[in-house]
């Protein structure tokens, strides 16, 4: 059982950065790729990028691409979200995730399908305000 705890979220204005982090206990968080996702105000939760187990790779949602960044460190089992340029449609709840299986290609359909992910943490708000 693999607990994941995000933290970093807050209220921010348009352009402004923050830094979400997501630590994991309870598990070998090296044999899990994590993914982030968010959920907005009456909207689905949606994914917004993917990191493989080594970190070789990282994948994006085109809505994000060029303005957040993935890592991860896996000697402090911890994954972050570097996000700037923030904007108001950035607003949502941040979750991480692990998942057990490989991605090779953004094209993976699995990155996007939240069933494929085996842990959730609880979640961190992010506001950003016009």
């Known amino acids: 059982q693999v607990q994941l705890v995000e933290s970093g979220g807050g209220l921010v204005q348009t352009g402004d950065s923050l830094r979400l982090s997501c630590a994991a206990s309870g598990g070998t968080f090296s044999s899990y790729a994590m993914g982030w996702f968010r959920q907005a105000p009456g909207k689905e939760r949606e994914f917004v990028s993917h990191i493989p187990r080594s970190g070789s790779n990282t994948y994006y949602a085109d809505s994000v691409k060029g303005r957040f960044t993935i890592s991860r460190d896996n000697a402090k089992n911890t994954v972050h979200l570097q996000m700037n340029s923030l904007k108001p449609e950035d607003t949502a709840i941040y979750y991480c995730?692990?998942?057990?299986?490989?991605?090779?290609?953004?094209?993976?359909?699995?990155?996007?399908?939240?069933?494929?992910?085996?842990?959730w943490g609880q979640g961190t708000q992010v506001t950003v305000s016009s």
């Open positions: 995730a692990a998942a057990l299986f490989f991605a090779t290609s953004v094209a993976d359909t699995r990155l996007r399908v939240e069933s494929e992910y085996t842990y």
